[in-house]
């Protein structure tokens, strides 16, 4: 697939098209993290970037498709977390210098749970020291730019990092899609 078009896949379609053998866990995690290096350097969307181990765990997820083995939800799917998720072997800043130098030992639950459906992590994305407050300045990067605006959505994904998102995760494992919304919103 080209690049534009691997761009513009949603979570669902890159799992689906992984789950189908038309995409390749390794040809997703590689543009996924060429697109970083790309532009990051614009958007500071993310505190760390992990091209290697995101690497080696896409092969680990072609050689398991490969085998014919039982597969999660999200078998081969590039994700961020957020920085103050920890992730076993990652450091874990939260945005602050006060935690620069933690490395994860273990995985928190959300990231257990992640790994368990086969996603694979390509780094922690950015976000505000320790969580506290609402502007895009972080004491790690100089700022955090999502196209000019103050925006809910995480950098990554709002600036097109990532094409896929964990909001977009929950709708599919409900086995809904986002138009589906409305649904829960009546309530």
Same mark, same amino acid.
């Given at each position: 697939?080209?690049?534009?078009? #691997?761009?513009? +896949?949603? #979570?669902v379609?890159a799992a689906?098209?992984i789950r189908e053998?038309?995409?390749?866990? =390794?040809e #997703?995690?590689?543009?996924? #993290?060429e697109?970083?290096a790309r532009l990051?350097r614009e958007v500071h !969307?993310f505190?760390?970037?992990?091209p290697?181990?995101?690497?080696a &765990?896409?092969a %680990?997820?072609e050689?398991? +498709? /490969?085998?014919g083995?039982?597969? %999660?939800?999200?078998?081969g799917?590039?994700?961020?977390?957020?920085d103050l998720i920890?992730v076993r072997?990652? $450091?874990?800043?939260?945005?602050s210098?006060?935690?620069a130098g933690g490395t994860?030992?273990? &995985?928190?639950?959300?990231a257990?749970?992640?790994r368990?459906? %086969? /996603? =694979?992590?390509v780094?922690?994305?950015?976000?505000?020291e320790? !969580?506290?407050?609402?502007?895009?300045?972080?004491?790690?990067?100089?700022?955090?730019?999502?196209?000019g605006?103050?925006n !809910?959505?995480?950098a990554a994904? /709002?600036?097109? $990092?990532?094409?896929?998102?964990?909001?977009e995760w929950?709708?599919?494992?409900?086995g809904?899609?986002?138009a589906?919304r409305?649904?829960?919103?009546?309530?």
């Amino acid at each position: 697939m080209r690049s534009d078009e #691997l761009d513009a +896949l949603t #979570l669902v379609d890159a799992a689906r098209r992984i789950r189908e053998r038309r995409l390749s866990p =390794i040809e #997703l995690t590689e543009a996924v #993290l060429e697109r970083i290096a790309r532009l990051d350097r614009e958007v500071h !969307a993310f505190i760390t970037v992990t091209p290697e181990q995101a690497l080696a &765990d896409a092969a %680990g997820a072609e050689s398991v +498709l /490969a085998s014919g083995r039982e597969t %999660g939800l999200l078998h081969g799917v590039p994700i961020s977390l957020k920085d103050l998720i920890d992730v076993r072997g990652t $450091r874990t800043t939260a945005g602050s210098k006060v935690f620069a130098g933690g490395t994860a030992t273990a &995985d928190a639950t959300v990231a257990r749970k992640l790994r368990a459906a %086969g /996603a =694979i992590f390509v780094g922690k994305a950015n976000m505000h020291e320790c !969580a506290y407050g609402v502007t895009l300045r972080t004491f790690i990067t100089v700022r955090c730019v999502i196209r000019g605006t103050l925006n !809910a959505l995480p950098a990554a994904r /709002a600036a097109d $990092r990532l094409p896929r998102s964990y909001s977009e995760w929950l709708w599919a494992r409900w086995g809904r899609t986002p138009a589906d919304r409305s649904v829960f919103q009546q309530r």
